[in-house]
Protein backbone atom coordinates (compact mmCIF):
# COMPACT_ATOMS: atom_id res chain seq x y z
CA UNK A 1 0.00 0.00 0.00
CA UNK A 2 1.48 3.39 -1.13
CA UNK A 3 1.43 6.26 1.43
CA UNK A 4 -0.93 8.08 1.03
CA UNK A 5 0.03 11.54 2.73
CA UNK A 6 2.78 11.93 0.21
CA UNK A 7 2.00 14.12 -3.10
CA UNK A 8 2.41 12.16 -6.18
CA UNK A 9 3.35 13.33 -10.06
CA UNK A 10 4.05 16.00 -10.53
CA UNK A 11 2.74 17.44 -7.31
CA UNK A 12 5.71 15.54 -5.81
CA UNK A 13 8.59 16.77 -8.06
CA UNK A 14 7.50 20.23 -7.37
CA UNK A 15 8.23 19.76 -3.70
CA UNK A 16 10.98 17.96 -4.17
CA UNK A 17 12.68 20.60 -6.15
CA UNK A 18 11.95 23.27 -3.45
CA UNK A 19 8.74 24.44 -4.87
CA UNK A 20 5.92 24.25 -2.86
CA UNK A 21 4.01 20.98 -2.39
CA UNK A 22 -0.44 21.93 -3.28
CA UNK A 23 -2.23 20.06 -0.36
CA UNK A 24 -5.26 18.72 -2.16
CA UNK A 25 -8.43 17.73 1.06
CA UNK A 26 -8.99 14.11 -0.15
CA UNK A 27 -12.57 13.15 -0.26
CA UNK A 28 -14.56 9.97 -1.07
CA UNK A 29 -17.40 10.15 -3.15
CA UNK A 30 -19.36 6.99 -3.02
CA UNK A 31 -22.15 7.23 -5.76
CA UNK A 32 -23.42 4.55 -7.47
CA UNK A 33 -24.91 5.91 -10.97
CA UNK A 34 -21.87 5.89 -13.04
CA UNK A 35 -22.33 9.34 -15.18
CA UNK A 36 -23.33 10.82 -11.82
CA UNK A 37 -19.98 9.78 -9.84
CA UNK A 38 -18.11 10.54 -13.20
CA UNK A 39 -19.57 14.18 -13.53
CA UNK A 40 -18.26 14.29 -9.52
CA UNK A 41 -15.12 13.06 -9.43
CA UNK A 42 -14.14 15.20 -12.59
CA UNK A 43 -16.02 18.56 -11.63
CA UNK A 44 -14.42 18.25 -8.06
CA UNK A 45 -11.06 17.49 -8.98
CA UNK A 46 -11.06 20.73 -11.34
CA UNK A 47 -11.57 22.47 -8.12
CA UNK A 48 -8.54 21.28 -6.41
CA UNK A 49 -9.70 18.12 -3.87
CA UNK A 50 -8.41 14.38 -4.41
CA UNK A 51 -11.36 12.54 -5.25
CA UNK A 52 -11.12 8.35 -4.69
CA UNK A 53 -14.54 7.13 -6.38
CA UNK A 54 -16.71 4.27 -5.00
CA UNK A 55 -19.45 2.73 -6.87
CA UNK A 56 -21.15 1.20 -3.24
CA UNK A 57 -20.94 0.98 0.12
CA UNK A 58 -19.02 -1.70 0.65
CA UNK A 59 -16.36 -0.41 -1.44
CA UNK A 60 -16.96 3.11 0.26
CA UNK A 61 -16.14 1.66 3.79
CA UNK A 62 -13.07 -0.09 2.67
CA UNK A 63 -11.86 3.37 0.98
CA UNK A 64 -12.75 5.55 3.67
CA UNK A 65 -11.05 2.97 5.97
CA UNK A 66 -7.53 3.22 3.64
CA UNK A 67 -7.41 6.85 2.34
CA UNK A 68 -8.61 8.83 5.70
CA UNK A 69 -10.49 11.48 3.85
CA UNK A 70 -11.46 14.72 5.56
CA UNK A 71 -14.71 14.13 4.05
CA UNK A 72 -17.05 11.82 2.29
CA UNK A 73 -20.14 12.65 -0.14
CA UNK A 74 -22.55 9.28 0.31
CA UNK A 75 -25.39 8.63 -1.97
CA UNK A 76 -28.07 7.92 0.24
CA UNK A 77 -29.31 4.65 -1.72
CA UNK A 78 -26.31 2.82 -2.80
CA UNK A 79 -26.17 -1.50 -3.75
CA UNK A 80 -24.28 -3.25 -0.85
CA UNK A 81 -24.14 -0.73 1.79
CA UNK A 82 -26.76 2.15 2.19
CA UNK A 83 -25.30 5.71 2.48
CA UNK A 84 -27.29 6.11 5.67
CA UNK A 85 -25.92 2.69 6.74
CA UNK A 86 -22.41 3.71 6.23
CA UNK A 87 -23.35 7.35 8.02
CA UNK A 88 -24.48 5.49 11.46
CA UNK A 89 -21.38 3.34 11.08
CA UNK A 90 -18.93 6.03 10.56
CA UNK A 91 -20.55 8.07 13.47
CA UNK A 92 -20.21 5.17 16.16
CA UNK A 93 -16.92 4.45 15.11
CA UNK A 94 -16.13 8.47 16.25
CA UNK A 95 -13.46 10.72 15.02
CA UNK A 96 -15.95 10.74 11.53
CA UNK A 97 -15.14 12.38 9.18
CA UNK A 98 -17.58 15.56 7.50
CA UNK A 99 -20.34 13.86 5.60
CA UNK A 100 -22.16 15.29 2.97
CA UNK A 101 -25.37 13.22 1.83
CA UNK A 102 -27.24 13.37 -1.67
CA UNK A 103 -30.33 11.98 -1.84
CA UNK A 104 -33.62 11.89 -3.92
CA UNK A 105 -35.70 10.75 -0.91
CA UNK A 106 -38.34 12.82 0.61
CA UNK A 107 -38.31 11.13 4.00
CA UNK A 108 -35.16 10.70 6.23
CA UNK A 109 -34.13 7.75 8.20
CA UNK A 110 -32.96 8.59 11.97
CA UNK A 111 -29.55 8.36 11.01
CA UNK A 112 -29.93 11.74 8.73
CA UNK A 113 -29.25 13.49 11.81
CA UNK A 114 -25.51 12.84 12.25
CA UNK A 115 -24.69 14.50 8.54
CA UNK A 116 -23.63 16.98 8.18
CA UNK A 117 -25.22 18.67 5.22
CA UNK A 118 -27.92 16.68 3.53
CA UNK A 119 -28.34 17.69 -0.28
CA UNK A 120 -31.57 17.22 -2.17
CA UNK A 121 -30.76 15.17 -5.88
CA UNK A 122 -30.38 16.72 -8.55
CA UNK A 123 -27.79 18.51 -6.69
CA UNK A 124 -26.27 21.42 -9.12
CA UNK A 125 -22.50 21.13 -9.41
CA UNK A 126 -21.48 24.35 -7.75
CA UNK A 127 -23.68 24.12 -5.06
CA UNK A 128 -21.90 20.36 -3.77
CA UNK A 129 -18.48 22.32 -4.53
CA UNK A 130 -19.33 24.87 -2.32
CA UNK A 131 -20.34 22.65 0.32
CA UNK A 132 -17.50 21.07 0.38
CA UNK A 133 -15.27 24.62 0.43
CA UNK A 134 -17.69 25.65 3.57
CA UNK A 135 -16.89 22.53 5.37
CA UNK A 136 -13.56 21.87 5.25
CA UNK A 137 -12.79 26.20 5.26
CA UNK A 138 -11.25 25.81 1.68
CA UNK A 139 -11.49 28.37 -1.23
CA UNK A 140 -9.32 25.47 -3.60
CA UNK A 141 -6.47 24.09 -3.11
CA UNK A 142 -4.34 25.33 -0.47
CA UNK A 143 -0.66 25.76 -0.84
CA UNK A 144 1.95 24.28 2.10
CA UNK A 145 5.48 25.65 2.20
Given at each position: ?????????????????????????????????????????????????????A?????????????????????????????????????E?????????L???????????????????????????A???????????????
Amino acid sequence: MSDLSQPTGAFAAGAQEGMPAIVRPRIVVAEDHAEMADVLQTYLEAAGYEVHLARDGVLAATMIDAVQPALVVLDANMPGLSGWTLLARLKERGAAPLVVMLTGDDDFPVESASADVILRKPAALRRVAAVLAELLGTEGPQIEG
